[in-house]
């Protein structure tokens, strides 16, 4: 009757302490004993309940009628072992109503309000970069939209604009404090969005929202909004030779406009015919923008993530055709028995050394999608691979998991070759043929695969078509007019994730 309710199975402590009181004849201090027992693994207090416990079965006649004899002590153990296996992670009733409970409410925010869930859960792990890169993988996985920092919009912690879509929080920044993010909503608040940079260093107090504070904004993206400026300009001089940034510029110049309006208020006459302040805005440097990857590496160093893109999105087709093992899993050590790999990635860092024996070493930390891996190269692995221990180089290593010399009963990577991301699509994309079910071969489809493939032409992967017809079990194989087609990123990623066309490279 115990456990009538959760289907014959012990789910609560309760039950366990109910089922021992009815079957073993225990009192309710041995069953309480026998809870916490269980809960803290107390071997010697377990070992000592158990043989009372057998006693007490045996003792006990409605048990005895209907199990005797060897069958007896065969159920005694078996009960014992399955509140043995059990007890490791058994709740009391009361403690998993309320988990369920907040499962429950959990559930339902995360389905009907996804975007203000991921914010609330983003915003509780602000201080924790890797839970917060988790969990922005997640708002990408399903669809929600995240943004960067920006000072008319975001607020102390995560939050959902507008639109629906996740915007980031200031505090988020590295480098930038919460007085200054405190400072920068509150008077966003007073007198409405800033107009522009200019606007931005005029009305804060610079104190409050220093040079620091500024180079860290500018660099995570947060001015992006206001002005057609790109980053870099952020940080230039005027000439090849300034040392002198354009940040500093517009500090001397906003602490000069507030000094002028505050002399300018002073005055007896400060009020008549306008501010009085007329001072000259410090010119835009000129200077060429920040590559991706000085852009994207700025962003993680302040954020602690690519956010605006990450740096391996050019190698979408080569991460996602040519290799099958991700870093994350060499990383987790996944692997049950010997097999060959092929990951891919940027090189994020670089060690150096020489071993006791006075010989160089190099351990190369590669990222991926999902994580990292440190691969380290000694001997004739270093002398092989050493051209390629250098930060920023996009990678793809082949190599093969196999018994680690020094521990036989672990496995472990080891590198066998090396190239670069950037040769891959060229020698290894001879062809690619788009499987379409007749079914879907329409004037809309033929449009959009006309313009994709405008332009294209003239390249060197030859394009293919295979028109499916399920009902008749029968296909045919078509060439392309244009023949072939660079295969670019842009196309790729269309061809890959269109619904109803299905691309295999060969």
Request: net charge neutral; glycine share 8%.
């Amino acid at each position: 009757p115990y456990l009538k309710d959760t289907y014959g199975i012990t789910v609560y402590q309760e039950q366990v302490m109910l089922q021992s009181r009815a079957l073993g004849g225990f009192t309710r201090g041995d069953s309480d004993t026998l809870r916490k027992a269980m809960g803290k693994k107390q071997i010697e207090v377990m070992d000592k309940l158990k043989l009372k416990f057998h006693d007490g079965c045996l003792a006990n006649e409605e048990f005895t009628k209907v199990v005797s004899g060897k069958n007896a002590d065969n159920l005694i153990d078996k009960i014992w072992k399955d509140w043995e296996a059990f007890a490791s992670y058994a709740f009391n009733k009361s403690h998993s109503v309320c988990y369920a409970y907040v499962a429950y409410q959990t559930g339902y925010l995360k389905a009907h309000y996804p975007a203000e869930f991921m914010s609330g859960v983003l915003s509780r792990n602000l201080s924790d970069i890797t839970k917060i890169s988790i969990f922005m993988e997640e708002c990408q996985s399903t669809g929600l939209k995240v943004l960067g920092p920006d000072v008319n919009e975001s607020y102390r912690k995560f939050t959902v604009n507008k639109s629906g879509a996740i915007r980031f929080g200031m505090a988020g920044i590295k480098g930038v404090g919460e007085g200054a993010v405190d400072a920068i909503i509150a008077e966003r608040q007073k007198n409405g969005p800033y107009r522009d940079i200019f606007d931005f260093v005029e009305r804060l107090n610079l104190t409050t929202v220093n040079k620091k504070n500024i180079e860290a904004l500018a660099n995570a993206g947060a001015f992006d909004s206001l002005s057609t400026m790109h980053r870099a300009q952020f940080f230039a001089g005027y000439t090849a030779t300034d040392e002198t940034s354009f940040i500093e510029h517009l500090i001397r110049y906003g602490n000069r406009f507030q000094n002028d309006k505050n002399s300018s208020q002073n005055t007896l006459f400060g009020g008549m015919g306008g501010s009085g302040i007329d001072i000259k805005k410090p010119d835009i440097p000129h200077c060429e923008p920040f590559s991706t990857l000085q852009k994207l590496n700025r962003e993680k160093e302040y954020i602690g993530i690519y956010l605006s893109a990450h740096p391996l999105d050019e190698y979408k087709l080569e991460l996602t055709k040519f290799t099958n093992t991700t870093l994350k899993s060499l990383n987790d050590n996944e692997f049950q028995a010997p097999k060959d790999f092929t990951c891919g990635g940027m090189v994020t860092n670089i060690r150096k050394g020489m071993t006791k024996k006075n010989e160089p070493f190099g351990i190369l930390m590669v990222e991926d999608y999902s994580g990292s891996y440190e691969f380290p190269f000694f001997g004739k692995d270093y002398v092989e691979y050493s051209g390629f221990l250098e930060k920023g180089l996009f990678l793809m290593i082949k190599g093969r998991i196999e018994p680690d010399r020094f521990r036989q009963d672990a496995l472990k990577p080891k590198v066998g070759h090396i190239s670069f991301l950037s040769e891959a699509r060229e020698k290894m994309v001879n062809s690619i043929t788009l499987n379409i079910p007749l079914m879907a071969v329409t004037y809309e489809l033929i449009t959009e695969l006309s313009a994709m493939t405008m332009g294209r032409q003239g390249g060197r992967v030859l394009m293919k078509f295979k028109i499916i017809d399920n009902d008749e079990k029968s296909n045919v194989t078509l060439l392309s007019r244009t023949v072939k087609v660079d295969l670019d990123n842009d196309l790729f990623t269309y061809l890959n994730n269109h619904t109803s066309i299905e691309m295999v490279i060969n």
